[in-house]
């Protein structure tokens, strides 16, 4: 079956560092990929998404692009802040509408 | 807008009591899911539904039931609560996604912190 395997966290940055979150995807056809952001005591909500391989996706100073040669979805941003400390899920939809989330990954900045 | 919103957000149950979560969303969405939210398993999807009337399973739907009665309206029923029902329940709703269009984003909810002891 469809899923999403990400890596384990917790990421643990100094402002300001590179940030790289793994997601790789195992699925039939071409599903659409999604990058979740969850704040502490918040519900989920869109950070971006890619429908087709080659698509980046992009917000808020991050981005995504989906390679279908390496099933993968990593999410990147160039100078993270403390802001950013958050959960990170990926997700992919195989246009049944629903979605497959991995476990998440919890990134905390510090000063 | 309030967007989707949960009741209650706290609750804790004694195993065999049932309870009822509530989901509201006042964007017109079409679909509505609940999901739980365990430590190191991600979200995992428990029913759904694609309109007024209708719910279908999720990944994990044994020990709750839904309704869809009205369209805005969400409800996850525990009929007789158990310890492995202790989780974080996330409801969502999205768009009605129209012949072969790409999936829309989904809106969540603030979560309902539920523990069963």
């Known amino acids: 079956g469809n899923s999403v395997t990400q890596m384990e966290g917790p990421v643990t940055l100094s402002e300001e560092a590179f940030l790289t979150i793994n997601c790789t995807y195992t699925a039939t056809g071409y599903p659409s990929l999604f990058w979740y952001v969850q704040y502490p005591g918040e519900g989920l909500q869109l950070l971006l998404k890619?429908?087709?391989?080659?698509d980046k996706g992009s917000n808020k100073g991050f981005e995504a692009t989906y390679r279908k040669e390496t099933t993968s979805f990593h999410l990147e941003k160039g100078s993270v802040q403390v802001s950013d400390s958050a959960v990170y899920f990926c997700a992919l939809s195989d246009n049944t509408d629903k979605l497959i989330f991995g476990t998440g990954t919890r990134l905390q900045v510090f000063p | 807008n309030a967007g989707v919103t949960q009741t209650p957000k706290f609750r804790v149950l004694k195993t065999g009591q049932s309870m009822t979560l509530l989901c509201a969303q006042d964007?017109?969405?079409?679909?509505m899911y609940w999901y739980r939210q365990d430590p190191g398993m991600g979200l995992r999807l428990i029913h759904y539904s694609v309109g007024e009337g209708t719910t279908a399973k999720g990944e994990v739907p044994d020990g709750y039931n839904v309704s869809r009665l009205k369209k805005q309206n969400f409800l996850l029923g525990l009929e007789s609560a158990a310890p492995s029902q202790t989780s974080v329940y996330f409801c969502?709703?999205?768009?009605?996604?129209?012949?072969?269009?790409?999936?829309?984003?989904?809106?969540f909810g603030p979560g309902t912190r539920l523990t069963v002891l």
């Open positions: 890619a429908t087709k391989a080659d």
């Open positions: 969502a709703s999205s768009p009605e996604r129209v012949g072969l269009a790409l999936p829309n984003e989904q809106f």
């Open positions: 964007m017109n969405h079409e679909y």
